[in-house]
């Protein structure tokens, strides 16, 4: 892929599901954005590691993070683009083993940039801002990959972190 375009394009057709949807905030909606169906492409993967490089390396963190399930893989991506260690944040506590939330390695006063997929309300990475802060993280930014427009933003930025987003439902097309 040669532009940010053509990677919009990519995106749209891998991962554009029409029908009826109730999505993770409880909305219904007419589309679904299916994250795996892209990230789960190394052509895709490859060019969203380095525009969320281009975004975090500014930023100048310590660590990257991303949420399970589907934040894992970009999250992997940026880290593998930008040389810094990531960690991955469990919906919940595991109950065997280490029993631990975050995997990886996460100092306090570390400052962090959470690598997202897609973005309705923001609900899956302010709870991992959460539990990141709850450890002592400086959550700094939480960059999406693809922002619903539909309070993400908002939201976001309410709870006092920058929200940025790699496209837009508008960019990859999308109307109602």
Known sequence: ??????????????????????????????FYLDKYLFSTRPEVLRELGRLFAQRIRPLNPARLAGAELGGIPLVTAASLETGLPCIFVRNQKKDYGTAK?????????????????????????????????????????IIATIDRQEGARENVEKAGIRFEALFTKADLGITE
Do not use: Y
Not at 12 to 26: C, E, P
Not at 121 to 140: H, K, M, N, P, Y
């Open 101 to 141: 939330q975050l995997e990886g390695v996460l100092h306090p006063g570390d400052r962090v940039v959470i690598v997202e997929d897609v973005a309705t309300t923001g609900g899956q990475a302010l709870e991992a801002a959460s539990v990141l802060r709850q450890a002592g993280a400086d959550v700094l930014a």
């Open 1 to 30: 892929m040669t532009t940010t375009a053509d990677l919009a394009r990519a995106i749209a057709d891998a991962a554009l599901l029409r029908g009826s949807f109730t999505l993770r905030s409880g909305r219904t909606s007419s």
